[in-house]
Each structure stands twice: as structure tokens, then as C-alpha cells.
């Protein structure tokens, strides 16, 4: 058996309706070409479909599955020591309670069974540990915490890919979101060009996302009522969709946010394609969707959110020819109809014709060949097709198939084999091959248990040790529906103020920066306030000489910076204005580049120092801050407001230029990045990489080196064994020939013999006795000549056997030699050149903290971040 392709089954005999000895074995890579599975109900199609799943984890080919109906939910049913206590818990007790077995005797019956069955077809039980460690196996349930729940919150957030090189991809993810959030909320036949609907959320999700703003539900709602955008094309943005038309549409939304099932979708794991296709140590996964329990419009939402996010990450990936993963659709009846397109149409047409480049195959299946768009599944170049259930499905089946083999299709011999096939009885036709042909499916390692229901979920991800840790949802990014919707705003709305001042303004809100607070003690600190004193001067402190000033944008109200501090306000609490605290800023960039590691990484190291060392000693990494962009930084203080004074190292401008030269020096030393090298393999990765990525890197390397190996081996062993062949039917031919000739050589002289005998007893004339010894002496000459073709055609069968078996070692020595390859990588450290550290920020930087009044104290909160 191959260890490189996969062990689907046996060879079936039409003409003698029966399984042969001889196994099937398929490519994995013709599986980037997409295969489909078509076959009634009955037929195997999921025995089919887990088999080729078990050898897709047993080559360490990662997967993710769509399973509308729990049958692939038995992939994690695999149980290396074959015990009845095993198979005990997934028994069906009403059946065997009708059949008169207790659920004892039935999980006996069901483990003698599958050892039978695995024996039969030549498992090993040691493959079915291999099977186990070979993958990391889960079931998610989106919308229901039976299984390992879902996060769509993540699909609403900027992808971590450049808007500007990526533009056409992303707006294909906006249109399929926005799509499926318009289908959640019962709105049909959406076109999105004709919908405003549609239209109106698509140029919310650009809006934020090209500015890589995520967006979360409450805040999409709050952006249906009040768009940041005046006009959509050239109409203004109220003619195009008016206020109270939003607002009936943002209660649609909200709707969805406001009902208690919805929790269930904003906990849980993001649709992080990345993580669902490897662990942190780089195991592969094999990752079940669990859809039986979503009503319709709920799996179409959520399988069109997948398809997006998959191939949002398929397009960030180098191409190959090999096999990267797998996406496995169990029934895609009604997701690619010929004449409808739901939100999941599009997306799969884009990866039927796409995803080959990128090593993504999809395997798709249906018992309903009627409903397709065969026109789509052209793309597919491998079709399995099991059991119909009526003429019409066949028909219907080759009318589709003639269509998409572009005229290359034998109507009458797929119709005739078609009309064969029995249980567990496909068809394969793969464009690989150059005819069709019968096989019957192997035994599966799975034990199959049928359809499993959400309760025993639970218990299936225990047997899989599959559990992830339910964060608490962020209170702040999903808003109680009250806190979301609002009526629409009037035409002219009010001007907004804070409680006890006048009307105020901000300066634009901060992008993509958070700023650090100065101090832990100045987040929230009071004083005694004396009559109408408050801290600081109107006066700026005069600057120091040759140092450069900086403003930190006021983006934060006083509800949200009291928000954002965990602090409510007094009711008695009233404004003061905003009081600028001074500190030292500084903030470089620096480029690592490196040729031969390929690597070209940015980084930034940002601090900010609110009280120096009296003495002048700054320890940088203590200060560390997240970056800032400069180009949101104010250029002056808001007016009215008040400052701290100047105090102690800041105040002096000598000190500023030791502390740069320092700061380089510091950035210099720490600013390393550590390279994973593996020499042999020729691959390096940044730290941008994560070590999940790099083992897959090196993983493909190898298995690129090994298969170009491969064929010189393969070739090499082939043409040897090829010649011993020759060589075993020439001696078996020469055998055959010498023994015809022993036989007529005893005959010819046991006629001799008799002739003489005959002669004597009857006084006629006999032959010379020298004729007799003649004979004799031929007949044991070819009697020699069998003997020695007899001993050659051993000896050339023991050659063939052991040349084989030398094959069959290479093969195994060169699979071993490749795969020590992978985890043969050592970590370098990389510093970066002076020339490559620019300073960006470096002076003194102001931070804008709110005055609260209230008890007769002031408190301060800080108002800048986000």
C-alpha cells in the first residue's frame, strides 16, 4: 500500500459483480482539482467521504468541515484498542433494545465487527493510533455552546491584510458579508447592486476597513442610523436612503442583537482560518461545523461568513501545486443551485476556480444531483458517483457531467456502469485517469455511529480532548440593544456638551493609535480644592531650548473617559476643562533587512517618560508604550486649557539630547528579531511567522524535495524490477518448454523400452540397446534442464522479492529522511544596522487629562486613547 496516496478501497469487477484484490489508491493531489460526491441516501457516501478524511489527517493535511447534518461528526470516532466499552456510549440503545440486545451485547457486536471489517481490508489496528495522533480532531457548534462555539465578531473586523494591494478580494468578503447579515435578517433575492440595503452596508464595511477600523454589530448599527459618509454616488445620503428607512433597518439588526440566542454567536473562538487548520505546535486539525441545529437562513449566514474568511486567508498564501488543506462540504444542496444565488454561490464559484492555485481542494457532496449548477462543478476534476435513487437523478447526473467534461464523455459507458452500482459501490471518474472505474469503499477506522445529536457533543469533543475557554464577551463592543438604537435624529441636531460647561469641541478622533497614560497615580487622582483654585496654569511652561513639543489628540468625552476608567460619574460631577500633563516622548522605527533569511521586517519601540530619574537614569524598556502614529497628533493645545508645570529633568534642555543618544542605543541593542532557519530545507522565517506557519513551510519543502526524490527512486526500482520480470516470464516460458520436453523424452523411451521387451518375449527384430541408452541419457538431459530453470526461476523470484522489499525501504528511508528534515531548524538572532533605526518622535509630549469637579475634589481622567 502506498504511503503517499490515499486508501479509498478495492477494485470492482462489472462483469463479475464482484470486489477484486487490488487496492484503490488516489492522488491527494488530484484534490486540488475539487472532487464531488454524488449518491442517494444509503449508498456510502459517508463512509466514502470519512475514509478519504482518515488518510487526509493520516498525511497530515489539515481540514475543515461544513456538516449540516452531523454525519461526519463519526471522524472523531476512532478507537485504536477496538473495546466494546469504546463503542458502548455511541451505541443507538433504542435499536438495540428493538432487536433484543441489551447496549452491552450491542458494543461487543459493534468491536467484533469492526475488527472483522479492518482485517478484511488489511488496517492494521496500529493505523488507527496513527490516526489518532495524526490529527487534532474538534466539532464548533456556531450559535449553541454544545459544542465549541463560535465568535462571528472576528468577521466583522478589518482583515489583517493592506486595503490598497487587496482592494477586489476585499470588497468580495464585504459584499458576501454584507449579504449574509441581510439574509440573517429575512431579507431575500438580495442583489447587490439594486439592494440600498446591501449597498449601504458594503460602503460601512469599506469605510472602516479601508482605514483598518474594525467594526463590531453595535457599532454597524449605530452606522445604518448615522453613516459616516455624507453621499452614496451623487446623492446625498438621506435622498438615497432616508433616516426613517435606516432606522427600520437598524431594528432589524438590532433585533438580532437584542434576542438571547444571539449570545451564543459573539463567544467563543474567532474564525481564525489559521488557527482551525493547525494548533499552536503545528499539529494539522481536522475542524467540524457542526450545522444540524442552525435554522436555514442561519447555516446559510454562517457557512457564507466561512467561505469568506477562507478565502480571504487563501489569497495571503504562496501558491503550490501540492495539497495544502481541505474544505469539505457534507451536503451542498441549495449553497450552488443553477438558477438562484444565495449569499454562498459566489464564494464557492470563486474557489471551485481559484483555490487550485493555493493547494485548496474542495470535496463536496450531495444525494441530490437534480438541484446543481453543473456549469460551476465543471471545475471539479474527480467525481464520485454511488447509488441513485431514480432515472430522473441519473439522467439528470449525465446530462451535467456531459456538460462539464467539454465533449470528452461517454454518455452510454457511464450510463451502463451508473446502472451497476450497488452499497458502498462507486464510480470514480478523475481527469487524471484516462478511463472511469468501479471500486467498493474500504472499512472505515471510524466506527459509524450515524448522525449525532447536539447533546452528545459534549461527550464527542471529550473523547476528541477538544475544549477551548469561553471568553466573556467585552461589554464595550456589544452594546445592550437599549444603549444601540435610537429613533432618527432630527435634520438639524443638537449641539453636544458636557455636563455643567458650556459647548465644546474635539479635535477629530484618534486613528488606529492608542496612546499610554503617563502615570498609573494620574488615571485617577484628587485633590482639596480651595475655593475655585484647580491645578495647572493657563500659561504654557516655557519649552526648553532646541526640544520639540507634541500635543496627544483629546479623543475621549468625560462619559467616555469615566466609561474607560471604570469610574461612574457623581451626578454632582461637573466639567472643568482639560489640564495637559508633560512627559517625555520617544518613539523610532526600525527596518531589518536581511537577503539571505528573507526577511524585511519594521518595527517600532515607543516610550513615554513621566517622572525621570532625578539622576538622569532612564531604564527604556520599564516605559514601554504602544506605537503612535504622527500624523495624529495635534498641533496645539484645545483652547482653554490648562497645563502642569515643568518639573525636575524635563525641564532642562540639556538633558534631552543624552537621553536620545541613549534611547538609540537602547533601541540598537533590543530592537532583535529572531529568524527560524532550517539550512537543509532552504527555509528561513521572520518573526512575523508564527511557529505553527513555519513548520508548515518546512513541511511543504519537504514534501516537495521528497516527491522530486521520489520519482528518480521510484524510476530507478521500477526499471530493476521491471527487468527482473522480464527475466522471471523468459525462465518460467524455458521451465514450461523443458518440461514438455522431459515428458516426451520419457515417453520415447518407455516406447523403446517396451519394444524391446516385446521384441524379446516374441523372437522379432529389437533395436540396438545403444538406441535404449540414448534415449535414457536424453530423457535425464532434459530432466537436468528442468531442474535448473526450476532453481533459476526461484532464484530470480527470491531477486524480485528482495528487490521490491529494497524499494519498499528506499521508499520508507527517504519518507523518514525528509520528515527529520522539518524539525531540523535552528532560531538566529538578527540586530539591526545603525543606518536602520530612524528616530520618528523624540521632545516632550503633552497629555490632556478631563477636570471633574465633584465633592468639593477634582479628579482627573484621561482623555486621549480610544
Not at 449601504?200 to 472602516?208: G, M, V
Not at 545603525?834 to 484621561?862: C, H, M, N, S
Request: charge should be negative; include cysteine.
Amino acid at each position: 500500500m502506498s504511503t503517499f496516496h490515499f486508501y479509498l478501497g478495492r477494485h470492482y469487477d462489472p462483469a463479475l459483480s464482484e470486489t477484486t484484490r487490488e487496492s484503490l489508491l488516489y492522488d491527494p493531489a488530484d484534490l486540488t482539482t475539487h472532487a464531488v460526491v454524488v449518491g442517494m441516501t444509503g449508498s456510502g457516501k459517508t463512509g466514502l467521504c470519512i475514509g478519504l478524511l482518515e488518510e487526509a489527517a493520516l498525511q497530515g493535511i489539515p481540514a475543515l468541515m461544513i456538516d449540516p447534518k452531523g454525519d461526519i461528526t463519526n471522524a472523531l470516532l476512532h478507537f485504536p484498542n477496538l473495546a466494546s466499552a469504546d463503542f458502548q456510549p455511541w451505541i443507538n440503545a433504542d435499536l438495540a433494545r428493538r432487536t433484543g440486545k441489551t447496549p452491552e451485547q450491542a458494543a461487543t457486536e459493534a468491536a467484533d465487527l469492526w475488527k472483522k471489517g479492518l482485517a478484511q481490508w488489511d488496517i492494521p489496528p496500529e493505523r488507527l493510533q496513527q490516526l489518532a495522533d495524526s490529527a487534532h480532531f474538534t466539532v464548533y457548534t456556531p450559535g449553541s455552546d454544545a459544542g465549541i462555539p463560535v465568535s462571528i465578531l472576528a468577521s466583522l473586523k478589518a482583515p489583517q491584510i493592506p486595503w490598497a494591494e487587496n482592494r477586489e478580494l476585499l470588497r468580495e468578503k464585504i459584499s458576501g458579508t454584507a449579504t449574509a447579515l441581510l439574509g440573517l435578517v429575512g431579507l431575500e433575492d438580495i442583489d447587490p447592486v439594486r439592494s440600498r440595503e446591501h449597498i449601504l452596508l458594503a460602503n460601512i464595511f469599506e469605510n472602516a476597513w479601508s482605514q483598518n477600523k474594525d467594526l463590531d454589530l453595535g457599532e454597524l448599527i449605530l452606522q445604518v442610523q448615522t453613516p459616516p459618509f455624507q453621499k452614496l454616488g451623487v446623492f446625498d445620503i438621506n435622498t438615497f436612503f432616508p433616516p426613517n428607512d435606516r432606522f427600520g433597518l437598524a431594528m432589524l439588526l438590532n433585533n438580532i442583537l437584542a434576542a438571547p440566542t444571539f449570545q451564543a454567536w459573539i463567544e467563543g473562538e474567532p474564525l481564525d482560518i489559521p488557527a482551525l487548520l493547525y494548533t499552536p505546535d503545528g499539529l494539522p486539525r481536522h475542524t467540524i461545523f457542526y450545522l444540524a441545529h442552525l435554522t436555514d437562513s442561519e447555516r446559510m449566514f454562517f457557512t457564507t461568513l466561512l467561505l469568506a474568511a477562507l478565502e480571504t486567508w487563501m489569497r495571503a498564501q504562496p501558491g503550490t501545486p501540492a495539497l495544502r488543506a481541505l474544505l469539505y462540504f457534507d451536503e451542498i444542496f441549495g449553497y450552488l443551485p443553477p438558477a438562484r444565488n444565495p449569499p454562498s454561490k459566489n464564494l464557492l464559484l470563486r474557489l471551485l476556480k481559484q483555490a487550485r492555485a493555493f493547494g485548496l481542494g474542495l470535496l463536496l457532496v450531495t444525494q441530490n444531483p437534480v438541484d446543481l449548477d453543473y456549469k460551476a462543478l465543471a471545475n471539479a476534476g474527480t467525481w464520485f458517483i454511488g447509488k441513485l435513487q431514480t432515472e430522473r437523478d441519473k439522467d439528470r447526473l449525465l446530462d451535467g457531467l456531459e456538460g462539464a467534461t467539454s465533449g470528452n464523455f461517454n454518455r452510454a459507458t457511464f450510463n451502463t456502469l451508473i446502472s451497476q452500482l450497488g452499497k458502498r459501490v462507486f464510480l470514480l471518474h478523475n481527469i487524471h485517469q484516462p478511463e472511469p472505474l468501479l471500486f467498493q469503499t474500504r472499512w472505515t477506522m471510524n466506527y459509524l455511529a450515524g448522525p449525532l445529536t447536539r447533546t452528545q457533543l459534549p461527550a464527542l469533543n471529550a473523547l476528541a480532548a477538544s475544549s477551548v475557554e469561553k471568553p466573556e464577551p467585552d461589554p464595550n463592543l456589544i452594546p445592550a440593544a437599549a444603549d444601540v438604537i435610537a429613533p432618527p435624529p432630527p435634520s438639524t441636531p443638537p449641539t453636544p456638551s458636557l455636563a455643567g460647561s458650556g459647548p465644546q469641541t474635539s479635535p477629530p478622533p484618534l486613528k488606529n493609535s492608542q496612546f499610554p497614560s503617563p502615570s498609573p497615580s494620574l488615571l485617577i487622582s484628587s485633590s482639596p480644592l480651595p475655593g475655585s483654585e484647580l491645578p495647572g496654569s493657563q500659561t504654557r511652561p516655557p519649552l526648553p531650548a532646541k526640544v520639540t513639543e507634541y500635543f496627544i489628540p483629546h479623543t475621549l468625552t468625560l462619559s467616555q473617559a469615566a466609561e474607560k476608567d471604570g469610574s461612574p460619574l457623581p451626578p454632582d460631577a461637573q466639567s472643568r476643562g482639560l489640564l495637559y500633563r508633560p512627559a517625555l516622548l520617544a518613539q523610532a522605527s526600525v527596518r531589518l533587512l536581511n537577503r539571505k533569511y528573507n526577511l524585511d521586517h519594521a518595527l517600532q519601540k515607543t516610550v513615554s517618560v513621566v517622572e525621570p530619574d532625578p539622576r538622569g537614569l532612564l531604564h527604556w524598556e520599564e516605559f514601554e508604550t504602544p506605537a503612535l502614529d504622527p500624523r495624529t497628533l495635534d498641533r496645539g493645545p484645545v483652547p482653554q486649557s490648562r497645563f502642569a508645570p515643568l518639573e525636575g529633568k524635563l525641564a532642562e534642555s540639556a538633558w534631552y539630547p543624552a537621553q536620545q543618544t541613549d534611547f538609540l542605543e537602547w533601541i540598537y541593542r533590543h530592537a532583535e528579531v529572531t529568524v527560524r532557519a532550517n539550512e537543509a530545507l532552504k527555509v528561513y522565517a521572520g518573526p512575523n511567522v508564527s511557529p505553527a506557519e513555519f513548520r508548515t513551510l518546512c513541511s511543504n519543502a519537504a514534501r516537495a524535495g521528497r516527491d522530486a526524490e521520489l520519482a528518480k527512486i521510484s524510476q530507478t526500482h521500477a526499471r530493476k524490477i521491471e527487468q527482473l520480470k522480464l527475466k522471471l516470464a523468459r525462465e518460467t516460458r524455458e521451465l514450461e518448454s523443458d518440461k514438455s520436453e522431459l515428458s516426451q523424452r520419457k515417453m520415447e523411451e518407455m516406447g523403446t523400452h517396451a519394444e524391446n521387451v516385446f521384441g524379446f518375449l516374441t523372437g522379432s527384430k529389437r533395436r540396438n540397446i545403444s538406441t535404449s541408452l540414448s534415449k535414457r541419457r536424453m530423457t535425464e538431459k532434459a530432466k537436468a534442464d528442468v531442474e535448473e530453470s526450476e532453481a533459476e526461476l526461484e532464484s530470480l523470484e527470491q531477486q524480485l522479492a528482495s528487490a521490491e522489499q529494497e524499494k519498499a525501504t528506499a521508499l520508507e528511508d527517504l519518507n523518514q529522511r525528509w520528515a527529520d528534515l522539518v524539525t531540523n531548524f535552528t532560531e538566529i538572532p538578527v540586530q539591526p544596522f545603525k543606518k536602520d533605526i530612524r528616530v520618528e518622535l523624540f521632545g516632550l509630549a503633552w497629555y490632556p487629562y478631563w477636570l471633574v469637579e465633584t465633592g468639593g475634589q477634582v479628579i482627573e481622567l484621561p482623555g486621549f486613547g480610544s
